[in-house]
């Protein structure tokens, strides 16, 4: 599964800087991009179950990430909902 160039230019201005791979935005914006690609796939295939699974797990990760950003930094916690589209 590849990532949109749409949603790798979202992760590339989260960065903070040029090799940042584990901040919370960037993890997020990583998440969403497969959260996305794995409810593609969903659709498509209704009957397909074990996706089912990780798509749940990866939903609940980035719930988790969110909480603890939405704790520690509230104003990027708003600018990453923005950015990727997330309800909260």
């Given at each position: 599964?590849?990532?949109?160039?749409?949603?790798?230019?979202k992760i590339e201005e989260a960065r903070r800087h040029d090799s940042d791979s584990g901040s919370p935005e960037?993890?997020?914006?990583?998440?969403t991009g497969r959260i996305q690609g794995l409810t593609e796939h969903l659709?498509?295939?209704?009957h397909d179950y074990a996706p089912r699974r990780g798509l749940q797990?990866?939903?609940g990760r980035?719930?988790?990430?969110?909480?603890y950003?939405?704790?520690t930094n509230a104003d990027k916690y708003?600018?990453?909902l923005k950015r990727h589209g997330?309800?909260?």
């Open positions: 599964m590849t990532i949109s160039t749409e949603n790798k230019t960037v993890q997020i914006g990583t998440l659709k498509a295939h209704k797990m990866l939903v980035r719930n988790r990430l969110l909480r950003l939405a704790r708003q600018e990453v997330l309800r909260k």
